[in-house]
């Protein structure tokens, strides 16, 4: 019992203590759904419903996604400082559950913008425009989606953002993490739909746009374009199943980790370990692929490699690599000099 109060109590600290970010966070997101409903229209349909028009409300649904990333990184930011874990670390609490407050901490900043996005946006609508009746089921399905979907999105930057030793790397693995999944695929097939089911952004626009268009009172099939197709089922899989991983990594690594060892050089096999060469690797499908998926560029891959070799020395911070550096860096040169084959076979 003694155990619970000293977390809540610890809890109801960090809220206090923080008071000015929920506050930010929230002003911002209440502008920016005020300005979306400014340019709102009207229609009404031949029951004598009358829908909101909106003209971009997946803007208002992107706050979520952009909120989690900044709330994953201010909520656990003091770890990376030396002069901060002498004081967490001596906590009445245990290690997880410090973390599990931090973690409540950031997800309710997350989730608190959206509530006041919305909140904002549906009253604006309502004052500025008179609606009686408009399509709330749809609305909050709308944003039940956007909700669910950030805090999975929060989940794994927080988890990615753990795996660094500095702040500057923790930032580097959210800002990396979120588009790695995107340009892999889009450097494979440029004009692919299913590129743009790994884009955070992209996969939220396309799963929100059969909510939209009921909201906006079309006669649309809602299940057939949410589930009608297997791509963006599997994608929704996909990102529940990472959101879902990555909560229990956090929980599982989270209380094991050597937090004294903030400041040093992040080597977290989910930090640079992976990131580089899937970065290093998407920059050489892009020269291989630039001239109609046959021909290559040679100058493309060898910035890629210049930029690869450079990524590792600042990441190790000298060149003395190691096994699987090499390996990666030889990956690349073999992709150069096929490039350059294939450059020289079609002249």
Known sequence: MADKSRFFGYLKKLFKDNFAFYLILCVISATVAVLMAASTVTEISESGIV????????????IGLYC???????SFARFKRRRNLDMLLSMPIGHKAVGAAHYIFGASSTALPIITAY???????????????????WYILHFGVVL???????????FVFNEANTLFDGCAFVFLWHNVFYFIMHARAKDSLNAHLLSPEKYLERVLFATERQICGSDGDFAAELFGRTRVVLATVGWIGLGILAGVLFAVRFGKRQHER?????????GYNILIPLYAITGSLFGIYSYYDTLGDPMDITACLIFAFAAYWIFRRSVKFKIIDYC????????LITSCIKEISYM
């Open 328 to 335: 990666v860096l030889g990956f690349i040169v073999l992709l």
């Open 148 to 158: 669910c979907y950030s805090i999975l999105l929060y989940t794994l930057y927080v």
């Open 119 to 137: 909140s904002c946006n549906i009253t604006a609508i309502v004052l500025n425009y008179g609606i009686e009746k408009i399509a709330v089921g």
């Open 68 to 74: 989690g990333g900044a709330s994953a990184i201010y």
């Open 262 to 270: 903030a400041g040093e050089i992040s080597t977290s096999i989910f």
């Open 51 to 62: 829908h909101a028009s909106f003209p971009a409300p997946r803007f208002i649904g992107y």
